[in-house]
């Protein structure tokens, strides 16, 4: 009797064949989990794991279920796809024909309990009733529900049972060779872009980091989306999980077993959502608000009054817990969406998500510096060993503690949209004391230091603006600044030095939705469509990456993600759009950001190789028009220009000031304002008071020359009027041209007063 209790259920998987996908070897078709779709159904499921064999016809169902219907029933068959209805078809299990004999126990059915495994044969010929796309297309979204009407009684009529199930092909875009593909992209672009600076080829060093960095912001922006407490289409999920290892979202077995010790040991409660699967199902939740209240409304009642018998400070506690706990139904399955939908997905218990993305964003940093030390030692070997030149990387290996530090802060510049989701979801998960500690530490302790960087990227191009009019000479002329603080203006023009702070208030405002919005998806999606046009607009006003290409790829990417925000939004079905809208919406998200992702990669591989590959990687970029080549020390031939010019100095006897390198403004204003350097003291031989070769300049804040001595100083080099001075570390800036015009047109003048 139990065995063919089960039958509405075959029936229900022979049909979804109709739209359901499968392989052309091993051709398989499944569901692993069985929903009701109304309040107080009839027939309910714990565990619900079907299998069907398309090339044999058989079927495999092994589940947990207990039916209260009593009586004559019929069963409305409804099978979907993208929101689409395709089939519609009621069976009375009474009046089969041939199959009367098989459906005997359902006529009339019977309340009771089904635990038994068992198999049932369809027959080959039910293979040609499945549609050709079912087998290539991934991810199909397919459901099948069924409707249980009774047939006699005082229930005639009534629906007493609503079941759903969602039918899977096997095939999937959630691909672990688009994973290896996108980060080795991601990593040679990195590697590419460390190789062109230490060979002293910023000018394409800067591009190439850019460039990877915006993409590698791209993906992080596609894994927020699966992050999204918002029902999205299987093709949207599985796109979206491609790209969760840019969160640090990575399971490793061995550090899961770590890090589920390390939360018992510090007073948590690990979660058991996968060590139940043989025993219960996990429902991957569709539509938040249209779970009935009837799924946990006993649980959350049974755990109010086992909590009302508690002590206080017991039951507190235990508050707490079930704030955090994975949502289960009354009837034993759990349900997951948003952040908990990623875990799952990426087989990960939710209460090791965090503590997974932290360990990976610092095993990331640590392994980072491990390589930067290793590659120090190595130079260092090689050179004795004569293997490289004595001047290879010779900046990198005078300051490469500068070098290090500054690394470090673009690996935490990257890794903060990580950190700034995960650790603020910690906070309204609370896995454990010790997790909410380390969430605290790494989030503002991290937020902290890049603030203060940015700070001192402000302080530094303001006393350049002071002094030289023109913010690149001191970000681009001072090594230990651009090498330590470069990470948060190069990418951009120097005018635009200050464009990092909107960009991690950006981080931190959406990743606040995201993290304390997980039950409000539709707050979550208006949030982002404002966050992301806000994004949009600035950048395509302002334009404040380095060049034109740059600035098109960057706005590019602000442009997808403004156009997922609004498929996002229209994803909450807030307009009551047909399923079959919604279902399209989802494909147009999926196929949109397949197609630009492509393109980026192409675009950063093929611009990365033909850099690569040029004599001067330099000249596959045009030069910027803030002249920060004309400041930047990197390249070895402005070292050994620079040094001659030195050489020259010292050899005519000329002044020291004209020989001292530009200042360093990183940790104060130091040989500006301290009252030990000489310039300020009066009455020595090098200080402005008293010295008639020297006045200030008030208006531009510079030291300049005075023009009725520049026929007596050798050092000063004679110009026409209007002529144009190409800007150097060792002269004025750029900005000073009209002011050496003004000295040109007085000299004359200064001639025949004399």
Known sequence: MKLWSARPLAVLASLATLVAPSFARDRVLQSNSLAACQENSGFTASLFDVVFFPDNGTININMLATSSIQGYVVFDIRILAYGYQIMHEVLDPCNLGDGAVSLAGLCPMNAGKM??????????????????????????????????????????????????????????????????????????GIMSSALLSGLGYANAASHVASNT???????????????????????????????????????????????????????????????????????????????????????????????????????????????????????????????????????????????????????????????????????????????????????????????????????????????????MWEFTQKDSPAEIALAVFFFFGLLATLLWAAWKVSRIARRSIALHRNPAYILFSDPQALNKWGFLYVQFRASGYYYILPILFYIVIKGMFIAFAQAHGTLQA????????????????????????????????????????????????????????????????WIANAIVCLILLLMLIITTALTLFRNNPDTRYQFMNDDRTSFMKSNPKLHTQSELEALGVTARGESKLYTK??????????????????????????????????????????????????KDEPFVRHRPSGGINTPSPMTDSASSLPEERAISEEKPHTSNAK
């Open 213 to 423: 960095l915006s993409l590698y912001g791209y993906f992080q922006a596609q894994a927020m989306i699966g992050l999204c407490g918002v029902h999205l289409p299987p093709a949207v999920r599985s796109w979206t999980q491609d790209f969760v290892w840019s969160m640090g979202i990575i399971r490793v077995q061995f550090i899961q077993d770590i890090l589920t010790w390390y939360q018992r040991a510090t007073g948590g409660t690990a979660s058991t959502v996968l060590n139940s699967l043989e025993t219960v199902s996990v429902q991957v939740e569709k539509v938040k608000r249209a779970l009935p209240a009837e799924y946990v409304d006993p649980a959350i009642n049974l755990f109010k009054r086992a909590t009302a018998m508690l002590p206080r400070a017991a039951a507190h506690i235990g508050g707490r817990i079930a704030k955090r706990a994975n949502i289960q139904t009354s009837y034993g399955s759990y349900i997951v969406y948003g952040i908990q939908r990623v875990a799952f997905r990426g087989n990960i218990e939710s209460t090791n998500l965090f503590m997974t993305s932290l360990t990976f964003f610092y095993i990331f940093m640590v392994f980072t510096a491990i390589l930067v030390i290793l590659f120090k030692l190595g130079l260092e070997l090689f050179a004795k060993m004569g293997w490289v030149k004595g001047d290879a990387f010779s900046e990198f290996r005078a300051g490469w503690i500068t070098y290090l530090k500054g690394i470090l802060y673009r690996v935490g510049l990257v890794g903060f949209p990580q950190v700034t989701v995960m650790c």
């Open 661 to 710: 390198s530009p200042l360093s403004f990183e940790d104060d204003d130091s040989e500006v304002s301290n009252p030990s350097n000489p310039l300020n003291r009066p009455g020595t031989a090098d200080s402005n008071t008293g010295n008639p070769h020297f006045h200030s300049n008030r208006h531009s804040g510079r030291w300049s020359n005075d023009p009725s001595l520049m």
């Open 526 to 589: 208006i949030a982002l469509l404002i966050i992301e046009a806000a994004a949009l607009i600035t950048a395509t006003v302002m334009r404040p990456w380095m060049d034109k290409s740059t600035n098109t790829f960057n706005i590019l990417i602000c442009a997808m993600n403004f156009l997922n925000a609004i498929l996002l939004f229209l994803l909450t079905d807030v307009f009551d759009f047909p399923p079959l809208v919604i279902g399209v919406v989802g494909l147009v998200l």
């Open 115 to 188: 635990s038994n495994p068992f198999k049932l044969d369809l027959g080959p010929d039910v293979k040609d009733r499945i549609p050709g796309i079912a087998y290539t297309f991934p991810d199909l979204d397919a459901t099948v529900k069924v409707f249980v009407n009774m047939t006699d009684g005082e229930m005639a009529g009534e629906t007493v049972a609503c079941l759903e199930a969602n039918v899977s092909n096997g095939m999937t875009v959630d691909l672990i060779g688009v994973k290896w593909a996108t980060w080795a992209v991601v990593f040679l």
